[in-house]
């Protein structure tokens, strides 16, 4: 239980060394890693970081806690045995990775839109802004379509 609690001290590190998550999960008791993103501005969130760490056959649930702060979202990795300080970095490069793609996607995403705003603007600058608030709403409820903020989280099964 040492070894598992000095890997995922080790994992916090290396997360807390990339400055771009806030580390939620205290050293004692269980060894968990519970970690959020620190700028939720960039267009991704912690869904969609823990739906492409699955294409390198990682499973980082994301979910946000108890009624009382549903509005914090969270990724957590349980430290099994059989997780060593390899795997730790290589979730980590994993992680990083998988936040490039979605800066460079979102990026695009933007840039698009912009074209599309400034096209609009030129025609009617009264429905551009319109369209950018449809355009908005479009992207968002993709984003968060299987990941409602409503869902209620006192019945089901975890």
Request: charged share 30%; aromatic share 6%.
């Amino acid at each position: 239980m040492e070894n598992c609690r000095a890997n995922a001290r080790y994992l916090t590190e290396i997360l807390e060394k990339t400055g771009r998550f806030k580390i939620l999960s205290k050293d004692v008791g269980v060894p968990v890693v519970a970690f959020s993103l620190k700028d939720k501005s960039l267009g991704h969130d912690e869904y969609e970081i823990s739906d492409h760490l699955r294409k390198f056959g990682w499973v980082v649930p994301a979910y946000t806690m108890a009624p009382d702060a549903q509005n914090v979202l969270l990724l957590r990795v349980v430290v099994r045995e059989d997780f060593s300080r390899t795997l730790a970095e290589r979730l980590a490069q994993n992680i990083e990775q998988v936040l490039q793609e979605l800066e460079a996607v979102h990026a695009q995403i933007n840039t698009v839109v912009k074209e599309i705003l400034i096209t609009e603007n030129e025609n009617d600058e009264v429905g551009a802004k319109e369209n950018s608030k449809k355009i908005h709403d479009k992207r968002r409820r993709g984003r968060h379509a299987r990941h409602p903020d409503s869902v209620d989280k006192t019945k089901g099964i975890c």
